[in-house]
């Protein structure tokens, strides 16, 4: 996409105003209609593995997409609807070096607060050793009922259940810490 720019979520060839039509090929791949995505995309890390996929409708995410952490272990999958996160949904392995936007240790205190006590020591081990998996649903974009929090095997497979929690982890509301 490197002679294309971007503008509003349109993409454009370089030095017109004209939204680009057309095949897009190296680290992202896919095609585009009037500048927006359309149909199935592919991205990949710049060492070569596969990062996501999915597929667009009028330049929105539409339908299942799965992602990878550069080492092949699942990151997520799940469905979107209008660009929301929509049904079920496995993410992350948030573990240290985690390939996604919540990389490394969540604090001991962070558990404590919103789980206590023996799970939270449970979790931090999970953590420390090879990761943690969250199951849920989501609805317009949002989480919602209940979550599954899975410790990892040493090969990236499910573990046990550690808890299920209508506190996901990442929207939890840091702030309650400081109250």
Same mark, same amino acid.
């Not at 095949?23 to 995309?41: C, H, I, M, P, S």
């Not at 596969?50 to 330049?59: I, P, T």
């Not at 079920?88 to 789980?115: M, S």
């Not at 990892?152 to 929690?165: H, P, Q």
């Given at each position: 996409?490197?002679?294309?720019?971007?503008?509003?979520?349109?993409?454009?060839?370089?030095?017109?105003?004209?939204?680009?039509?057309?095949?897009?090929?190296?680290?992202?791949?896919?095609?585009?209609? &009037? /500048? %927006?995505?359309? !149909?199935? $995309?592919?991205?990949?890390?710049?060492? +070569?593995? @596969?990062?996501? *996929? =999915?597929? #667009?409708? &009028? /330049? %929105?995410?539409? !339908?299942? $997409?799965?992602?990878?952490?550069?080492? +092949?272990? @699942?990151?997520? *999958? =799940?469905? #979107?609807? &209008?660009? %929301?996160?929509? !049904?079920? $949904?496995?993410?992350?392995?948030?573990?240290?070096?985690?390939?996604?936007?919540?990389?490394?240790?969540?604090?001991?205190?962070?558990?404590?607060?919103?789980?206590?006590?023996?799970?939270?020591?449970?979790?931090?081990?999970?953590?420390?050793?090879?990761?943690?998996?969250?199951?849920?649903?989501?609805?317009?974009?949002?989480?919602?009922?209940?979550?599954?929090?899975?410790?990892?095997?040493?090969?990236?497979?499910?573990?046990?259940?550690?808890?299920?929690?209508?506190?996901?982890?990442?929207?939890?509301?840091?702030?309650?810490?400081?109250?």
């Amino acid at each position: 996409m490197g002679d294309l720019y971007e503008q509003n979520g349109v993409y454009y060839k370089k030095f017109t105003e004209i939204p680009f039509t057309g095949d897009v090929t190296g680290k992202d791949q896919g095609r585009l209609e &009037n /500048g %927006l995505k359309e !149909g199935f $995309w592919s991205y990949f890390y710049a060492s +070569g593995p @596969l990062q996501k *996929k =999915g597929e #667009y409708k &009028n /330049g %929105l995410r539409e !339908g299942s $997409w799965v992602a990878y952490c550069e080492d +092949g272990v @699942l990151h997520y *999958k =799940g469905d #979107y609807r &209008n660009d %929301l996160k929509e !049904g079920y $949904w496995v993410e992350g392995q948030f573990k240290p070096n985690d390939c996604g936007p919540h990389t490394g240790f969540l604090p001991t205190l962070f558990w404590d607060v919103a789980f206590g006590g023996e799970i939270a020591d449970e979790m931090d081990t999970c953590l420390r050793d090879f990761g943690i998996r969250l199951r849920g649903y989501y609805k317009d974009g949002k989480s919602e009922g209940l979550w599954d929090y899975v410790c990892l095997n040493k090969d990236g497979t499910e573990g046990r259940l550690l808890v299920r929690s209508k506190e996901r982890s990442v929207d939890f509301d840091f702030k309650r810490l400081f109250k």
